[in-house]
């Protein structure tokens, strides 16, 4: 018999809800692209909040397995300028511990029945019979139908949001790129005496260096650059050129003149990735309900990144499914309204705390501005405090 829920995309979001939806008892099914849950091990690390990623997962049942990979000591977070001299530091004991992208995507893959989720199933499309049902299209040409609702939670780019907005991403200008230096690299050691726990974030001159400790104990590097979209498509760096790719980022068009230490951190990366960043439009984060039809998480509210991204994709899959248990699969229309109703208003307001916070990374200044801000949501919340 054909599951009452399709869901599209294996992220965060999709097994979130997948998750809950299993506790929830009810019937659902998974279309995720990677050919297995081994294909993909890319990603970093996700800081997860209290009131929207914890609590998923404490609904979820899974929070204790959660915090045996949780890393509390992570949650510090380290400012300095472009001559590499720290000027601020704050997280430290700050209820939003790290966990490698793979470490939560494992959690979640272990507590859905195996035969829940089909793997190398990129979807190319939705369309509709004449009784207006929705039709999965996937790019092998197999399709699949029957559901009473489909649910795009496949990423930025997602295949289902045509079928619900014109709208699409954005570019905002800005790249990361993202590279790594891991336990076995020669500059390991200085690494770990110079940054240590935490996030690093080096600011100047609308660029950003940005160190990050993993799991494993390595450091993942993303450089905040502003260039155009087709800057690696385009050819200006080959990326698998190692030699060439740090020549460049060495160069005086980006951190020439940066602090030699910063520089060490370009001169020992290597595994270069792109990371162009996107947003939807706010105020596109709206529309007139689809029947059997909606979007959750990044493929419904993609920001540039804020450290919210995950958790607001959780806190949907959340809402989604407490409105499916409580309305249960006969009355969809009200349970995806109600839904849609609040994730709009979050997902809206998750994008243009987005752009508040690039524009403050990106200060020409360095990080003055993100300190004063940081200072006022901290005074804000002593002055709230009991
Ligand atoms: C460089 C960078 C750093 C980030 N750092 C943070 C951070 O520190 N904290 C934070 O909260 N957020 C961060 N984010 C944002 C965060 O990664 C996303 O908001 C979050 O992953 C969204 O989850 P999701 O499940 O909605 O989408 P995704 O994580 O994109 O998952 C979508 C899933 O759908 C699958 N899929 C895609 N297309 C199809 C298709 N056509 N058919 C079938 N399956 C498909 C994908 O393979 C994937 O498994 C960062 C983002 C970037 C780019």
Redesign the pocket.
């Known amino acids: 018999m054909t599951p009452s829920i399709a869901i599209?995309?294996?992220?965060?979001?999709?097994l979130t809800l997948a998750r809950l939806l299993e506790c929830n008892g009810i019937d659902y099914v998974v279309?995720?692209?990677?050919e297995s849950e081994d294909s993909?091990r890319r990603g970093?690390?996700?800081?997860i909040h209290a009131e929207t990623g914890q609590r998923a997962l404490k609904e979820a049942g899974l929070f204790e397995e959660f915090k045996k990979h949780a890393r509390y000591d992570d949650a510090v977070l380290t400012l300095a300028n472009q001559q590499g001299e720290r000027v601020f530091q704050a997280g430290q004991g700050r209820d939003a511990p790290e966990i490698d992208r793979v470490a939560l995507r494992q959690i979640l893959l272990d507590s859905i029945p195996k035969d829940k989720i089909r793997w190398g199933?990129?979807?190319k499309g939705t369309t509709q019979d004449e009784d207006g049902h929705h039709i999965l299209q996937f790019m092998d040409g197999a399709s699949a139908s029957g559901f009473k609702l489909v649910i795009g939670?496949?990423?930025?780019?997602?295949?289902v949001r045509p079928s619900v907005t014109e709208a699409k991403p954005l570019y905002s200008g800005n790249h990361?790129i993202?590279s790594r230096i891991s336990p076995n690299s020669p500059y390991y050691s200085t690494m770990v005496s110079k940054v240590g726990a935490g996030t690093l974030m080096c600011l100047g001159s609308s660029k950003e260096i940005v160190t990050q400790r993993q799991g494993d104990g390595s450091y993942r590097i993303?450089l905040g650059i502003t260039v155009p979209e087709d800057f690696v498509r385009g050819g200006t760096v080959n990326l698998t050129d190692t030699e060439s790719t740090r020549r460049l980022f060495l160069s005086s068009a980006f951190f020439g003149d940066w602090a030699d230490d910063l520089k060490d951190l370009i001169r020992y990366s290597d595994d270069f990735r792109s990371?162009p960043?996107y947003y939807m439009d706010p105020e596109a984060v709206s529309w007139k309900t689809v029947p059997g039809l909606t979007l959750?998480?990044?493929?419904a509210h993609?920001a540039v990144?804020n450290?919210?991204?995950?958790?607001?994709?959780m806190a949907d899959a959340l809402v989604l499914a407490s409105k499916l248990e409580a309305y249960g699969t006969e009355n969809l229309d009200r349970a995806v309204a109600e839904y849609e109703d609040d994730m709009f208003r979050r997902g809206a307001e998750h994008i243009r705390d987005g752009q508040k916070m690039a524009a403050l990374i990106r200060h020409e200044d360095g990080p003055a501005a993100l300190i004063s801000f940081f200072n006022e949501v901290m005074a804000s919340a002593a002055a709230q405090a009991p």
């Open positions: 599209i995309g294996a992220g965060p979001c999709g279309y995720e692209r990677d993909n970093g690390s996700l800081d199933h990129l979807l939670a496949d990423g930025a780019w997602s295949k990361y993202e993303y990371w960043l959750a998480g990044d493929a993609v990144p450290g919210e991204g995950v958790n607001c994709a």
